[in-house]
């Protein structure tokens, strides 16, 4: 047993799956545990699934309950500010859901909730790719697409601990795709959900794609390895439906590169994690075409892993 170090969990909760790592004080990455997040069952249940992967996290890595220091858990939604209540979850069932006590009384120890990508942007500053930069925006597209705000060094969070929801700002006003009850945000046209629809869109109009052999069978959910290995085999539905994806996000850097001027742009999330090789550079390339930044514009924009 590793009884003499002390150790931090940090718990990421996707609308597809429940990722958890134990990090020592130094932010070394000791081991990570998965599975997939339940769709459709009551919170109960997601709760359950989340409380396994940590004590199968422990297990695995030999290491003792009583040596967890604390663990974090990045929820897909609006956290209230006592970082303990779950107020909004739109891609995940756990809203109202009391997690934060859950874990305390199973782990005994000091649980953190917070937004996603609040915390993936703060870990980016922490001991990523953000480490010498003060003016950093995350956009993580996933099963949705969330945001996160870094100015002068701090997390901006707003009055009710909402800002940085990047995914619900108008990108189409004229497009018919909505999300969250608002038509053409950027989480209506980016995230994987929005991709799936537009790929099973073309498909039942009749184009081919691998993406058909790729499913396995009785699923219907197209995960982002398996957008990977389309883009790879030069698939020409979905090197479409990206391309388009690319083009949106890029407009959506322009805007964020207009309001914040930040030193750097942090794309991440599962879309990203699988296709950014591919997708990155097109971003770039989109969001540069603003002439407004030509010669007093040095922002970056990078994958968050």
Same mark, same amino acid.
């Given at each position: 047993?590793?009884?003499?170090?002390?150790?931090?969990?940090?718990?990421?909760?996707?609308?597809?799956?429940?990722?958890?790592?134990?990090?020592?004080?130094?932010?070394?990455?000791?081991?990570?545990?998965?599975?997939?997040?339940?769709?459709?069952?009551?919170?109960?249940?997601?709760?359950?699934?989340?409380?396994?992967?940590?004590?199968?996290?422990?297990?695995?890595?030999?290491?003792?309950?009583?040596?967890?220091?604390?663990?974090?858990?990045?929820?897909?939604?609006?956290?209230?500010?006592?970082?303990?209540?779950?107020?909004?979850?739109?891609?995940?069932?756990?809203?109202?859901?009391? #997690? $934060?006590?859950? =874990?305390?009384?199973?782990?005994?120890?000091?649980?953190?909730?917070? /937004? &996603? +990508?609040?915390?993936? %942007?703060?870990?980016?500053?922490?001991?990523?790719?953000?480490?010498?930069?003060?003016?950093?925006?995350?956009?993580?597209?996933?099963?949705?697409?969330?945001?996160?705000?870094?100015?002068?060094?701090?997390?901006?969070?707003?009055?009710?601990?909402?800002?940085?929801?990047?995914?619900?700002?108008?990108?189409?006003?004229?497009?018919?795709?909505?999300?969250?009850?608002?038509?053409?945000?950027?989480?209506?046209?980016?995230?994987?959900?929005?991709?799936?629809?537009?790929?099973?869109?073309?498909?039942?109009?009749?184009?081919?794609?691998?993406?058909?052999?790729?499913?396995?069978?009785?699923?219907?959910?197209?995960?982002?390895?398996? #957008? $990977?290995?389309? =883009?790879?085999?030069?698939?020409?539905?979905?090197?479409?439906?990206? /391309? &388009? +994806?690319?083009?949106? %996000?890029?407009?959506?850097?322009?805007?964020?590169?207009?309001?914040?001027?930040?030193?750097?742009?942090?794309?991440?999330?599962?879309?990203?994690?699988?296709?950014?090789?591919?997708?990155?550079?097109?971003?770039?390339?989109?969001?540069?075409?603003?002439?407004?930044?030509?010669?007093?514009?040095?922002?970056?924009?990078?994958?968050?892993?």
């Amino acid at each position: 047993m590793k009884k003499n170090k002390r150790y931090y969990i940090g718990v990421d909760v996707g609308g597809t799956k429940i990722f958890a790592g134990l990090v020592d004080r130094s932010g070394t990455i000791v081991g990570t545990k998965k599975a997939p997040t339940p769709q459709n069952k009551p919170a109960a249940q997601v709760g359950k699934v989340i409380m396994t992967v940590v004590t199968d996290l422990l297990a695995e890595q030999n290491v003792m309950p009583e040596t967890i220091i604390g663990i974090g858990v990045g929820v897909p939604g609006l956290i209230k500010p006592n970082h303990r209540d779950i107020l909004v979850t739109p891609n995940v069932n756990l809203a109202g859901y009391p #997690l $934060a006590a859950n =874990l305390e009384k199973q782990f005994q120890t000091t649980v953190f909730l917070g /937004n &996603d +990508v609040n915390l993936g %942007l703060l870990g980016a500053k922490w001991q990523g790719i953000g480490k010498e930069e003060d003016n950093i925006i995350g956009i993580f597209p996933g099963t949705g697409v969330g945001g996160a705000i870094i100015i002068n060094g701090k997390l901006v969070n707003g009055a009710q601990g909402a800002a940085g929801e990047l995914g619900h700002m108008i990108i189409d006003l004229q497009s018919k795709h909505q999300s969250a009850g608002v038509y053409g945000t950027l989480e209506a046209l980016a995230s994987r959900r929005a991709i799936e629809r537009e790929i099973k869109s073309r498909i039942k109009k009749g184009q081919k794609s691998i993406i058909t052999q790729l499913q396995k069978k009785g699923t219907a959910t197209i995960k982002s390895g398996m #957008l $990977a290995e389309a =883009l790879k085999r030069k698939d020409k539905v979905v090197t479409e439906v990206i /391309n &388009d +994806v690319c083009h949106v %996000l890029g407009k959506a850097c322009i805007s964020i590169r207009h309001i914040f001027n930040p030193d750097m742009i942090i794309l991440g999330g599962g879309v990203i994690e699988a296709c950014g090789q591919y997708m990155l550079p097109k971003i770039r390339k989109i969001s540069d075409r603003d002439p407004f930044f030509k010669n007093i514009d040095q922002c970056k924009i990078e994958p968050s892993l």
